[in-house]
């Protein structure tokens, strides 16, 4: 499975202020500049009254927030060194937050980006000119050491000649891992009968100089709006790591992943090494793709944002920022000027932006009838519903998309196509609305509470819902690490009413809080500027399940823990720096368990058991789990071409041995899955069908044509059958085995 890491933490901080479900935003434009100093003033009342701690600014909390913004910039500590940090220290340490109260933002926020800009530049220089001072020459990496894979957690280089040893360090294994990379990549291809895709591609040292000056032109375009949200962050963090700022750009992003759905032209948008911004995606009917005169592989090189005739350079620029540009207001258009993939004879096109529904974030379904053996060994069909939602959605500006009526309408057809039990496959959801999650759990319990919620004063609040349930049948819901919270609100209340198997790794990610976002251009003075002003996302209160337990640090427990992926990834709220604290409350008094669930509960977990371990798939996973962690553990990495080389060489060959395996295996499947399963495609688009149509592959990406990437094509596993990855499919079996046993 590839799984976007970057892309999930985004979306997890958009849709974690909507749990509030008290959202209201101003959709004026951004035109005056901003007042950052009165912006930076406010926030920090803002942070202080309203977070959940009520904490005040302090001492101790000034050499926080000045630690968090060194972490914030350097995270694996390339570019300041321990000397620096104590500079920095003795400076700031004692009045950092004087400086945000006094009205001195900005003075503040470019006083320290300008020392990250020198550090940083000193880091570019020396890396260009150990690359440069090479010729051309790629090293022999006979040296038989080891450096630490990541320094996120090490201590800074004490001075700037312990830092110019780190960087020769780096440098070293970046190169490495890119030798490394095509090598392996001209193998697969030799192997497989195709080009070699290294032909096309830089040398190692032009693609290592091409990175370099990237990082350069991204690090000088930094602006105020950069400057000062990097500073308001690293303070907001310190107080937990949900409370944000957001200028204007974040601010419109928020909302376009908050309602799933943007304005814009329907484009997928990748940086390039070469400094121009590629269309990896268009979306099939969307703007781009309606114009005609755009290509996957095309590089867009300027934009002109109202095709008025002024146009920005956008080689190397930020990617955001790109984005930023060619976003805009529905109907308006605007200019790209572009190159196709092999030539550098630029073209104008202009494209009318237009509402871009965000497809693979709409709630989904599948209907699977499953021919099986019964309880008493005779065959039987039974009919299985798989519910996805990636997340609890809204549309924050005009309230015409909700989660919770699409789920409600893809229920109501399972009902009618009689099914006997769903999966709700929550698995990377990162949350969203809780007026949703509400509605959501009515559905499945009736009428009760579904959270508790509780203040900074300690008062708690009960979310109730009134509504008969929709669907009565038998349910799983699926979980992984990197399901948050409202998905740890839905999955806890289905875990306590005793509705539903909680299926997954062995706890979701444990965020417990909630985040009111907050305008600060309703705090700031009359005369000042009101435009571009962003918001304050700020943790006000602390969820609880209806038996008393938060989902803060812990999570949600599964009841049948099955191997995934996330299970070897270090995240999750635990993992996180100035994290609140776990705590209970008294339980719900209102609500009921239905106990039937838990007298099956040790049947259901022991067949699950005893297949899980018959399963390679599932034996595969948990061996790259384990090989994770202890790469987790060990954090090295050799600097040995030789030992790189047979790391890789034992990793590729396991990989072949594995994808022959799974090939022959899956063949016997898919003839296995055309006598016994039959599944149909219910997406919104389908609830009113005369007749569900037939799920195909392509059912999951039909909304985008995808750009081919050579290398992941080389690499490619054997491809599941039926569309039903192991958890997918384990999940469909305990469903069967509820139905049996109840």
């Known amino acids: 499975m590839k799984i976007k890491l970057t892309n999930w933490v985004r979306r997890m901080g958009a849709l974690a202020a909507a749990a509030s479900g008290l959202l209201v935003f101003d959709g004026s434009s951004v035109e005056a500049a901003p007042d950052y100093d009165q912006i930076g003033r406010q926030f920090s009342l803002v942070l202080q009254n309203a977070h959940f701690s009520r904490a005040r600014f302090s001492g101790e909390r000034y050499r926080q927030f000045l630690e968090c913004y060194l972490q914030a910039l350097d995270p694996q500590h390339l570019i300041f060194t321990q000397e620096d940090a104590d500079m920095l220290a003795e400076k700031y340490a004692a009045n950092f937050g004087d400086y945000l109260l006094a009205g001195k933002t900005t003075v503040l926020a470019e006083d320290l980006y300008a020392l990250y800009t020198q550090r940083s530049l000193e880091y570019l220089n020396a890396m260009e000119a150990m690359v440069k001072a090479q010729n051309g020459k790629v090293p022999a990496f006979d040296q038989d050491r080891t450096i630490p894979r990541t320094r996120r957690k090490l201590p800074r280089a004490q001075n700037s000649a312990e830092l110019k040893k780190v960087w020769e360090d780096?440098?070293?294994?970046?190169?490495?891992?890119?030798?490394?990379?095509?090598?392996?990549?001209?193998?697969?291809?030799?192997?497989?009968?195709?080009?070699?895709?290294?032909?096309?591609?830089?040398?190692?040292?032009?693609?290592?100089?091409?990175?370099?000056?990237?990082?350069?032109?991204?690090?000088?375009?930094?602006?105020?709006?950069?400057?000062?949200?990097?500073?308001?962050?690293?303070?907001?963090?310190?107080?937990?790591?949900?409370?944000?700022?957001?200028?204007?750009?974040?601010?419109?992003?928020?909302?376009?992943?908050?309602?799933?759905?943007?304005?814009?032209?329907?484009?997928?948008?990748?940086?390039?090494?070469?400094?121009?911004?590629?269309?990896?995606?268009?979306?099939?009917?969307?703007?781009?793709?309606?114009?005609?005169?755009?290509?996957?592989?095309?590089?867009?090189?300027?934009?002109?944002?109202?095709?008025?005739?002024?146009?920005?350079?956008?080689?190397?620029?930020?990617?955001?920022?790109?984005?930023?540009?060619?976003?805009?207001?529905?109907?308006?258009?605007?200019?790209?000027?572009?190159?196709?993939?092999?030539?550098?004879?630029?073209?104008?096109?202009?494209?009318?932006?237009?509402?871009?529904?965000?497809?693979?974030?709409?709630?989904?379904?599948?209907?699977?009838?499953?021919?099986?053996?019964?309880?008493?060994?005779?065959?039987?069909?039974?009919?299985?519903?798989?519910?996805?939602?990636?997340?609890?959605?809204?549309?924050?500006?005009?309230?015409?998309?909700?989660?919770?009526?699409?789920?409600?309408?893809?229920?109501?057809?399972?009902?009618?196509?009689?099914?006997?039990?769903?999966?709700?496959?929550?698995?990377?959801?990162?949350?969203?609305?809780?007026?949703?999650?509400?509605?959501?759990?009515?559905?499945?319990?009736?009428?009760?509470?579904?959270?508790?919620?509780?203040?900074?004063?300690?008062?708690?609040?009960?979310?109730?819902?009134?509504?008969?349930?929709?669907?009565?049948?038998?349910?799983?819901?699926?979980?992984?690490?990197?399901?948050?919270?409202?998905?740890?609100?839905?999955?806890?209340?289905?875990?306590?009413?005793?509705?539903?198997?909680?299926?997954?790794?062995?706890?979701?990610?444990?965020?417990?809080?909630?985040?009111?976002?907050?305008?600060?251009?309703?705090?700031?003075?009359?005369?000042?500027?009101?435009?571009?002003?962003?918001?304050?996302?700020?943790?006000?209160?602390q969820f609880y399940r209806v038996n008393g337990a938060s989902t803060q640090l812990k999570g949600v427990e599964s009841d049948i823990v099955v191997p995934q992926v996330t299970a070897g990834f270090r995240i999750g709220e635990s993992e996180m720096d100035y994290a609140l604290p776990y705590d209970e409350i008294t339980r719900a008094s209102s609500y009921v368990q239905d106990p039937s669930l838990a007298k099956i509960m040790p049947e259901l977990q022991k067949r699950s058991t005893q297949r899980v371990a018959a399963d390679k798939d599932m034996q595969y996973v948990q061996e790259d789990v384990n090989r994770a962690m202890e790469r987790l553990e060990k954090n090295e990495v050799s600097l040995s071409k030789a030992a790189r080389k047979a790391e890789s060489e034992e990793l590729l060959l396991r990989k072949r041995e594995m994808d022959a395996e799974c090939k022959q295996r899956y063949e016997q499947l898919a003839e296995q899955d055309k006598q016994n399963l039959t599944i149909y495609r219910l997406n919104l688009s389908d609830v009113s069908a005369e007749k569900l149509p037939l799920s195909t592959k392509e059912d999951k990406t039909s909304y985008m044509e995808e750009n081919e990437d050579p290398e992941e094509e080389l690499s490619k596993s054997p491809e599941y059958p039926s569309g039903l990855d192991p958890v997918l499919r384990e999940g469909l079996f305990v469903l069967k085995d509820m139905i049996d046993l109840h």
Not at 208 to 228: P, W
Not at 360 to 367: G, K
């Open 170 to 541: 780096h440098l070293a294994d970046m190169m490495l891992s890119e030798v490394i990379r095509r090598e392996n990549v001209a193998k697969l291809a030799a192997e497989k009968g195709k080009p070699d895709p290294n032909a096309k591609e830089r040398t190692v040292h032009e693609m290592i100089l091409a990175r370099l000056k990237r990082k350069r032109a991204e690090l000088q375009e930094a602006d105020r709006e950069d400057m000062v949200s990097t500073l308001l962050n690293a303070v907001a963090h310190v107080y937990d790591p949900h409370s944000d700022y957001m200028g204007a750009r974040e601010e419109q992003l928020f909302k376009d992943q908050i309602k799933a759905s943007i304005v814009g032209i329907g484009a997928r948008l990748q940086s390039s090494d070469d400094g121009s911004t590629t269309i990896e995606g268009l979306v099939k009917g969307g703007p781009a793709a309606k114009c005609g005169k755009l290509n996957l592989g095309d590089r867009i090189v300027a934009v002109d944002s109202n095709n008025s005739g002024t146009w920005t350079d956008i080689m190397f620029m930020g990617i955001d920022k790109v984005v930023d540009l060619i976003r805009g207001k529905k109907g308006v258009n605007v200019g790209l000027r572009v190159t196709d993939a092999d030539s550098t004879e630029e073209r104008v096109v202009v494209v009318t932006r237009d509402e871009i529904p965000m497809s693979e974030e709409l709630a989904s379904a599948r209907i699977v009838e499953m021919k099986a053996p019964g309880p008493n060994g005779e065959q039987q069909t039974y009919r299985l519903g798989i519910l996805t939602l990636p997340s609890f959605y809204v549309d924050l500006d005009h309230d015409n998309v909700h989660c919770a009526a699409d789920v409600k309408s893809l229920l109501r057809r399972m009902n009618n196509e009689g099914v006997q039990g769903v999966i709700i496959d929550l698995r990377f959801n990162g949350g969203g609305s809780l007026d949703e999650v509400r509605k959501m759990v009515g559905f499945f319990t009736g009428a009760g509470p579904v959270v508790q919620v509780k203040d900074s004063r300690g008062l708690v609040k009960r979310e109730t819902v009134s509504s008969s349930p929709i669907f009565k049948g038998e349910l799983v819901v699926l979980t992984n690490r990197l399901s948050a919270s409202a998905s740890e609100i839905f999955a806890g209340a289905m875990a306590d009413y005793g509705r539903a198997v909680i299926m997954g790794d062995k706890t979701t990610f444990g965020k417990g809080t909630v985040q009111v976002p907050r305008s600060i251009a309703d705090y700031l003075p009359y005369f000042s500027s009101h435009e571009g002003c962003g918001m304050i996302k700020v943790t006000t209160h």
